[in-house]
Nanobody
């Protein structure tokens, strides 16, 4: 599966952004999907994941209550709604896919290119 992330940009602290990740191929609904991020000088870290059917989701502690992951299997797209953004959320955000939610959370099988999110103070 090929993944294409979009929706990044520059936003002020406290603002919102919605990232999208469009997947190619007819098997999108069979994959769990996730979002990761990488800030300058830091390692890539897990942000959120959602099961293939959308019934389960996992979040990193630092985004709980602020970010929401969702998916539309009819559109082959996964979303990351980011609210109450903080300067420390500044990073390149990547979408990823894996066979099940545990896999996509730890060792994704497929990666998309990143989209830059910059939060100004």
């Amino acid at each position: 599966v090929q993944l294409q992330a979009s929706g990044g940009g520059l936003v002020q602290a406290g603002g919102s952004l919605r990232l999208s990740c469009a997947a190619s191929g007819p098997t999108f609904s069979r994959y769990a999907m996730g979002w990761f991020r990488q800030a300058p000088g830091k390692e890539r870290e897990f942000v959120a994941a959602i099961s293939w059917g959308g019934g389960r989701s996992n979040y990193a502690e630092f985004v709980k209550g602020r970010f929401t992951i969702s998916r539309d299997n009819a559109k082959n797209t996964v979303y990351l709604q980011m609210n109450s953004l903080k300067p420390e959320d500044t990073a390149v955000y990547y979408c990823a896919a894996g066979s099940v939610i545990v896999v996509v959370t730890t060792t994704p099988e497929f990666w998309g290119q990143g989209t830059q999110v910059t939060v100004s103070s």
